[in-house]
């Protein structure tokens, strides 16, 4: 069984770009959460989404957004890039929606903004 | 690979040693913890996790502890290896899944 997977492992933008990152939860599942991990920091929520809806935002600007789409697949956008927005962005799937809280999370997508 | 924490607590053990790491979670309503492993460059790897309803579990080679009383939680690895080395998280939850994890702490275990 594959876990969560993410696209890209790396990406470079400069500031006010705008950039897209990808995650495939793990097989057959529903609910995507998205999570930043600035450097020397633990990982703060961004986004949950189950069954395509936003279940939970955390404390970031409107510049970010996401979606989930009919196969759980989801995307995170973040417009008008910022330095402080480089980071490793993570994604995190439950093993078995509704059977644990469990989270398990995707190799992550580095991201740098010059 | 990049180091994910360059200022975090740092616990220096020997290798066949046991190691405790402790962590203070904030939300006294908090029903569920997890404890993670994080290698330079990668996402957090799930080493164990507790409810609240218990004060003890127990995997291979590691055992978790919750004290509600103080808020506090703490990891121990019996048999310390190299391959141990990492940061490790302990993150909260409440109700729909949103993980608040805690500072972490940096484990380097020498041979």
């Known amino acids: 069984d594959a876990g969560v997977t993410q696209s890209p492992t790396h990406l470079i933008k400069t500031r006010g770009q705008q950039v897209t990152l990808r995650c495939s939860p793990i097989?057959?599942?529903?609910?995507v959460s998205w999570y930043q991990q600035v450097l020397g920091q633990g990982p703060q929520f961004i986004f949950q989404?189950?069954?395509?809806?936003?279940?939970g935002r955390g404390n970031f600007p409107d510049r970010f957004s996401a979606r989930q789409f009919p196969n759980y697949s989801s995307e995170l956008n973040v417009n008008a890039l910022l330095l402080g927005d480089s980071a490793l962005y993570l994604c995190?799937?439950?093993?078995?929606?509704?059977?644990?809280?469990?989270?398990?999370f995707g190799p992550g997508t580095r991201l740098t903004v010059l | 690979g990049e180091s994910v924490g360059l200022h975090l607590p740092t616990l220096s053990v020997q290798e066949g040693d046991n190691s405790i790491i402790n962590c203070a979670y904030s939300?006294?309503?908090?029903?569920?913890f997890i404890w993670y492993k994080q290698e330079s460059g990668k996402g957090p790897q799930f080493i164990i996790d507790?409810?609240?309803?218990?004060d003890k579990r127990q995997g291979q080679r590691v055992t978790v502890l919750l004290n509600k009383t103080v808020k506090h939680l703490s990891l121990q690895i019996a048999a310390t290896q190299p391959g141990d080395s990492a940061v490790y998280f302990c993150?909260?939850?409440?109700?729909?899944?949103?993980?608040?994890f805690g500072t972490g702490t940096r484990l380097l275990v020498s041979p």
């Open positions: 995190a799937s439950p093993p078995a929606s509704g059977v644990t809280d469990t989270q398990y």
């Open positions: 097989s057959g599942h529903k609910s």
């Open positions: 989404y189950y069954e395509k809806e936003e279940r």
């Open positions: 939300n006294s309503a908090s029903d569920y």
């Open positions: 507790i409810r609240s309803n218990m």
């Open positions: 993150a909260e939850t409440l109700g729909f899944q949103k993980l608040v």
